[in-house]
């Protein structure tokens, strides 16, 4: 199974982007979905998550700015990114936890990882 991450890159203060990940490989079912992110010198941390049922949290930083959904069919879940701040600048993980078709449990798998760069 490959989490598959992409459309990072650099934006401008106030700008736009949105990040989608996709879950390749032999899944019997996907749980929650998330991002996570990482910013230069500082620990990993929670962006946003979403259930299965498609209900959201997010971290209070990126509240009203940043938007998570997912498509259960597609196996896609995407981060919508308005308003950017430079301090939203950060390796971006996606995350989900996996149901194999040859296995019971569901297991975290995570991405390679996106970087945004937001310039001021």
């Known amino acids: 199974v490959q989490l598959q991450a992409s459309g990072g890159g650099l934006a401008q203060s106030w700008g736009s982007l949105r990040l989608p990940c996709v879950a390749v490989?032999?899944?019997?079912?996907?749980?929650?979905m998330g991002w996570h992110r990482q910013a230069p010198g500082k620990q990993r941390e929670l962006v946003a998550t979403?259930?299965?049922?498609?209900?959201?949290t997010y971290a209070g930083s990126v509240k009203g700015r940043f938007t998570i959904s997912r498509d259960n069919a597609k196996k896609t879940v995407h981060l919508q990114m308005n308003s950017l701040k430079p301090e939203d600048t950060a390796v971006y993980y996606c995350?989900?936890?996996?149901?194999?078709?040859?296995?019971?449990?569901?297991?975290?798998?995570w991405g390679k990882g996106t970087l945004v760069t937001v310039s001021s």
């Open positions: 995350n989900a936890a996996i149901q194999l078709t040859t296995q019971i449990n569901y297991r975290d798998y």
């Open positions: 979403i259930t299965s049922g498609d209900t959201p």
């Open positions: 490989g032999s899944i019997s079912g996907i749980d929650v």
